[in-house]
């Protein structure tokens, strides 16, 4: 038996918080804090503390879980021995390209009867990067807000302004050059748009933001004299924006998706 | 075998939120998920009946650690909490300032912390998680909580303004 006499302790007191007190004890420690402002408050905080603790991550559990970590894709890995992670995105990035090119075939094709992961979001995202291309891409002067030569602190801005860490790919090898970027509204809040452009003055653009929505395979929007590549990874999605040239515009996205996924997947 | 990745299935979701609460990095707390997750259905073995969650949790414990070990030796990289960018108002920014504070404890601290208060292990699970006296578990409770109410009470490093 406990003696309620005890004196309580600071042991006592988290024990209580966290509810591992014995019950005649639990008791002994309530009576003993109603005289005991200043203990009783020092409580509080820690009860807050934890409140406020459950408040911000509490909802996790809620979250759809992204592929990877479906135990059958897990599993599927695991078999196939260690986390080779970068045979694995390049496999990953060849695979849901066969499957994109299907998809936006079929989409182009069947347009709305072809089955889309997330409509919506697809839909939203690709009408707000086709607009911010189209406004600024013909933009001589002022096209970014940040140019190119500064990318390091490009980086940390939008990082920090779209709440997950930027990556800016580096497009040299495919004749590309850096312009610049801007933060743009986005459908669901901050939006992240750089700029790329080629030597003979084609433009190419990237629009992403973070997103709440499945993982999916590359999907092609056509339009008017501009096209797009969309997809979202567990984190963001992503629209590679370009000239209607269907080839070219998949040779791009496909070394920015090669880029971004690569740099998710870090082991 | 199908009981145990059953088992394993269902400690996911929790996992993902520990390890959120852990790195405060979505993309970085899946991978040690993934990681956690793998280690686990490969040492399947291992496992002589218990608690498995705690067992995952050990598990994933020990490979943050790991992480932080091999960060530790890498050049240091400038987090972008650094940077001049105003917080942003919003959905988030209530959890903003204990996010910063759980970033301040010193690991095994928030380890112990975020099993007791987020993932409601007993201090008995969190002993055996982290191979400890029930003892030392709590005093690293105890410094976890002083710290954090320090940290909100204003004893937080003054914030830099880069320009």
């Given at each position: 038996m406990i003696d309620r006499e005890l004196p309580v302790t600071e042991d006592d007191l988290h024990a209580y918080v966290d509810g591992e007190l014995p019950a005649g004890r639990k008791e002994a420690v309530?009576?003993?804090?109603?005289?005991?402002?200043?203990?009783?408050?020092?409580?509080?905080?820690?009860?807050?503390?934890?409140?406020?603790?459950?408040?911000r991550y509490g909802a996790v559990v809620n979250e759809t879980l992204?592929?990877?970590?479906?135990?059958?894709?897990?599993?599927?890995?695991?078999?196939?021995?260690?986390?080779?992670?970068?045979?694995?995105?390049?496999?990953?990035?060849?695979?849901?390209?066969?499957?994109?090119?299907?998809?936006?075939?079929?989409?182009?094709?069947?347009?709305?009867?072809?089955?889309?992961?997330?409509?919506?979001?697809?839909?939203r995202f690709t009408a707000e990067a086709l607009e911010a291309y189209r406004l600024y891409v013909v933009e001589v002067r002022h096209p970014v807000e940040v140019p190119g030569s500064e990318r390091k602190h490009m980086t940390q801005w939008l990082s920090k302004r779209l709440g997950y860490e930027q990556r800016i790919p580096d497009l040299q090898s495919i004749g590309l050059r850096l312009v610049g970027g801007r933060l743009l509204p986005g459908p669901t809040g901050a939006a992240a748009f750089y700029?790329?452009?080629?030597?003979?003055?084609?433009?190419?653009?990237?629009?992403?933001a973070r997103?709440?929505?499945?993982?999916?395979?590359?999907?092609?929007?056509?339009?008017?004299?501009?096209?797009?590549?969309?997809?979202?990874?567990?984190?963001?999605?992503?629209?590679?924006?370009?000239?209607?040239?269907?080839?070219?515009?998949?040779?791009?996205?496909?070394?920015?998706?090669?880029?971004?996924?690569?740099?998710t997947k870090k082991s | 075998m199908a009981t145990f990745q059953q088992d394993v299935e269902a400690t996911i979701p929790a996992l993902r939120r520990y390890a959120r609460a852990l790195t405060r990095d979505a993309d970085i707390a899946d991978d040690l998920v993934q990681d956690t997750l793998v280690r686990a259905l490969r040492s399947e073995h291992l496992f002589h009946g218990g608690e498995l969650r705690s067992w995952m949790y050990t598990i994933l414990t020990n490979l943050n650690r790991n992480r932080l070990r091999s960060l530790a030796r890498r050049?240091?990289?400038?987090?972008?909490?650094?940077?001049?960018?105003?917080?942003?108002?919003?959905?988030?920014?209530?959890?903003?300032?204990?996010?910063?504070?759980?970033?301040?404890?010193?690991?095994?601290?928030?380890?112990?912390?975020?099993?007791?208060?987020?993932?409601?292990?007993?201090?008995?699970?969190?002993?055996?998680?982290?191979?400890?006296?029930?003892?030392?578990?709590?005093?690293?409770?105890?410094?976890?909580?002083?710290?954090?109410?320090?940290?909100?009470?204003?004893?937080?490093?003054?914030?830099?303004?880069?320009?």
């Open positions: 309530t009576a003993w804090l109603a005289a005991h402002p200043e203990q009783a408050a020092l409580v509080a905080a820690w009860q807050a503390q934890g409140d406020a603790i459950r408040t992204p592929i990877r970590l479906k135990l059958d894709q897990v599993l599927r890995n695991s078999r196939a021995g260690g986390r080779p992670w970068k045979a694995m995105a390049a496999a990953a990035a060849a695979a849901i390209f066969m499957i994109g090119g299907a998809t936006g075939w079929m989409a182009r094709g069947a347009s709305a009867s072809a089955p889309a992961p997330a409509p919506s979001v697809f839909e700029m790329y452009e080629g030597p003979s003055g084609e433009r190419f653009t990237i629009y992403c997103v709440e929505a499945p993982e999916t395979a590359l999907r092609f929007k056509d339009g008017e004299r501009a096209a797009a590549f969309y997809w979202a990874d567990d984190n963001a999605a992503y629209v590679v924006t370009g000239p209607a040239n269907r080839e070219r515009l998949e040779t791009v996205t496909k070394a920015i998706y090669e880029q971004m996924e690569a740099g | 050049p240091a990289m400038s987090s972008i909490d650094d940077n001049d960018a105003p917080d942003l108002a919003g959905p988030e920014a209530g959890g903003r300032d204990i996010e910063r504070a759980l970033a301040t404890l010193v690991e095994d601290q928030r380890n112990a912390l975020l099993l007791v208060v987020l993932e409601g292990l007993s201090y008995r699970e969190v002993a055996t998680v982290q191979g400890v006296p029930i003892g030392t578990v709590m005093s690293r409770l105890a410094r976890a909580r002083a710290q954090i109410k320090n940290y909100l009470e204003g004893g937080r490093p003054t914030l830099r303004r880069v320009k």
